[in-house]
């Protein structure tokens, strides 16, 4: 098990840690390397999928537990965690805790709406038309599109027909949050949700103080069961509305950069023991 950090970054990524139009971490990549020198876990807590999540963390060299499609599911990957956590199972390199529904599920139910409603599933879309939405690359895309526990969507039709909507999923155990590009639909949890349990089913996170960050409405559940939240401005959409215990951060700069800020500030506001980083 690790060592008892007395922080824990909980990051969202579009938008977040990572530029909304470009997808660059370039300018948060000196306060990850302050983050890592401290042994500060950096959590992901994203809507994006598995290999999306698991693939950045690598390139970052991170080996942190990261919760994925808006709390679906998290990961645990086995070089830091040699024992299975609580009701994880095995998912090669990592091991898992689902806490959503089965794509396959919600695809069904989607599939049984789509004929009273207007909206485009990103998992049902062409590549060509993922990649005009997001900017991202035809890999990058292919990524996106392999969701596991919820699905992104388009909405293209009235305000009243999606309340409606909205009532239709609910009646399946479904419901819809806003992203920084998508309408999200998926299974009875949120990032707040998987926050909580993460940080109860670890020993060493129990006593740690939880600095998350975020930019969209649908971090809000997550900036709110925070012990500090921290709101990234975007270039895309106002700043969602916390309301947390104590005031939120918010960034003066956009994404990877506002990013950085917070978290210099969120330092300063945390006494953080050095740890014997430059042994050896
Ligand atoms: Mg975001």
Redesign the pocket.
Known sequence: MPASPALLIVT?????LLDHETYSVEAARPALDRLRELRIPVIFNTSKTAIESQLLGESLGLSDPFIIENGSAIFFPKRRFPVAPANCHSAQSCWLLELGSHHETISERLDSLATQFGFHALSRMDVKTVMERTGLSMTAAQRAQKREYSEAIVWEDSEEAFEQFRQALAGHGLHLLR??RFWHVLGDTDKGRAQQALRDMVPAFADCRIAAL???QN?VAMLENADIAAIIRSPAHPAPGVHSQHPPLYSQAYGPAGWAECVDRILQEFTIPRRGNHHG
């Not at 969202?12 to 977040?16: A, V």
């Open positions: 969202d990524l579009d938008g977040t992203g920084g975020g930019d969209s971090d």
